[in-house]
T-cell receptor, first 114, second 111 residues
Framework: NAGVTQTPKFRVLKTGQSMTLLCAQDMNHEYMYWYRQDPGMGLRLIHY???????AKGEVPDGYNVSRLKKQNFLLGLESAAPSQTSVYFC?????????????FGPGTRLLVL | RKEVEQDPGPFNVPEGATVAFNCTYS??????FFWYRQDCRKEPKLLMSVYSSGNEDGRFTAQLNRASQYISLLIRDSKLSDSATYLC????????????FGSGTRLSIRP
């Protein structure tokens, strides 16, 4: 049982390049989330999904797109990377969507945009 | 007031000491809260939940003060392995911010 995994672990991009971050969970969780974490700030929700085929905007969705084609996978896309998107990206999943549900996090992806 | 605020620290205490830090929140309707622990360059992991008045788990005690709108985390007999950043989590106001993470309090335990 791997829990939540993220690919890649680290990536360097040039401004304007695109990339996709992959998140996978093997806990059969309905809900999945993408956060970014910047120094001195809490984790901020980018997008989330309440089930296969559904996505919704979080607090800071601009510049990102997501897809949930399979229940176990949640992809985060950057179409045209900007230096402001340099951050650590965490994926998380939970069984339900109540704020009382424990969220299980992946190990993170460190992204540097030059 | 920000939705959630934490003293960033660092709190630097000797092994065996008792340490406590608070987290203030603005949403007076919040019913439950959480403390997550995040080790350096690692993912956050749930430490404990806080419902009604509080919760205790071994050396860790979390308490809720609704009147003053803060939650606290108390660590007794601190260990070197307690060194981490502790994130306070409160319910968000909307579906776009289902839960709000504080920026964290950094704790460093010295031998």
């Amino acid at each position: 049982n791997a829990g939540v995994t993220q690919t890649p672990k680290f990536r360097v991009l040039k401004t304007g390049q695109s990339m996709t971050l992959l998140c996978a969970q093997d806990m059969n969780h309905e809900y999945m989330y993408w956060y970014r974490q910047d120094p001195g700030m809490g984790l901020r929700l980018i997008h989330y999904s309440v089930g296969e085929g559904t996505t919704a905007k979080g607090e800071v969705p601009d510049g990102y797109n997501v897809s949930r084609l399979k229940k176990q996978n949640f992809l985060l896309g950057l179409e045209s990377a900007a230096p402001s998107q340099t951050s650590v990206y965490f994926c998380a999943s939970s069984y339900g969507g109540s704020y009382q549900e424990t969220q299980y996090f992946g190990p993170g992806t460190r992204l540097l945009v030059l | 007031r920000k939705e959630v605020e934490q003293d960033p620290g660092p709190f630097n205490v000797p092994e065996g000491a008792t340490v406590a830090f608070n987290c203030t929140y603005s949403n007076s309707a919040s019913q439950s809260f959480f403390w997550y622990r995040q080790d350096c360059r690692k993912e956050p992991k749930l430490l404990m939940s806080v419902y009604s008045s509080g919760n205790e788990d071994g050396r860790f005690t979390a308490q809720l003060n609704r009147a003053s709108q803060y939650i606290s985390l108390l660590i007794r007999d601190s260990k070197l392995s307690d060194s981490a950043t502790y994130l306070c989590v409160v319910p968000g106001y909307s579906s776009a911010s289902k839960i709000i993470f504080g920026s964290g309090t950094r704790l460093s335990i010295r031998p």
